[in-house]
């Protein structure tokens, strides 16, 4: 969720701790004592979903930050492998093509080390199996390598962070959003000023609570108010 989208969730649990707290004032208005019911609900499937949908987005961090490791540790051991073949053959054009040391992979983000992992794979290839397994580096090794390889072009081509974003979870957020919105100004907001008279001090604190209050990114980072 977003910072707005928190914000406004903050603001409908608040009311219902307010309506929940005055238990008088909600036999006034049965309709709105079942509106504050359904918004608890809407509420509490809201932070069921935000909990899920972290784990998600954490979970797929990991297995991409996990992808780049290994990616960065074959690239280590093959580059290395194809350096020292150029030297031994005094082929110094190939041995600066494959001259990765690891406080350089180290520093590379996600781009950067898939090119220079294209690189090390096309002069893998162009070697051969047997020059490869002379120099310690199996078919297998080779195979597993273009795997990773072929993984992270996809990870970078097409995030999973984006089909995240429209996700089950990210869709029936939505929809709870809207519900909850529908539901306070369509059926809360319209009952609730009978309490003017009928209940002025649950009234206000309806009115207080029902106040989003939430920062916007900006330079001067002041707090943004919306109903």
């Known amino acids: 969720m977003n910072d707005y989208q928190n914000a406004k969730k903050a603001s409908y649990k608040l009311i219902v701790v307010e309506a929940k707290n005055d238990a008088a004032s909600m036999n006034l208005i049965p309709r709105f004592a079942a509106g504050i019911s359904r918004l608890e609900i809407i509420v509490n499937e809201m932070d069921a979903l935000a909990i899920q949908q972290s784990k998600d987005i954490t979970g797929v961090a990991q297995n991409k930050n996990m992808l780049l490791d290994q ?25 600066a093509k494959c001259n990765f040391k690891i406080s350089a992979l180290d520093r590379m983000n996600a781009a950067e080390l898939l090119d220079a992992a294209g690189v090390v794979r096309g002069e893998a290839q162009k070697l051969g199996t047997e020059i490869m397994a002379n120099q310690g580096i199996t078919p297998e090794e080779i195979t597993e390598f273009n795997e990773l390889y072929t993984q992270g072009n996809e990870e970078l081509t097409h995030p999973r962070e984006a089909i995240i974003d429209r ?61």
């Not at 990616?71 to 041995?95: C, F, P, V």
């Not at 029936?172 to 309490?195: H, I, N, V, Y």
């Open 167 to 227: 996700s089950s979870h990210t869709q029936r957020l939505d929809d709870l959003f809207e519900e909850a919105a529908t539901l306070k100004k369509g059926t809360l907001d319209r009952l609730a000023t009978q309490f003017q008279r009928k209940a002025p001090a649950f009234y206000a604190k309806y009115k207080a609570a029902a106040t989003v209050i939430y920062k916007r990114a900006s330079k001067s980072d002041e707090p943004e108010v919306a109903q």
């Open 71 to 95: 990616l960065r540790g074959y690239t280590l051991d093959i580059s290395g492998a194809i350096h020292a073949y150029a030297s031994d053959q005094k082929n110094m054009e190939l041995a």
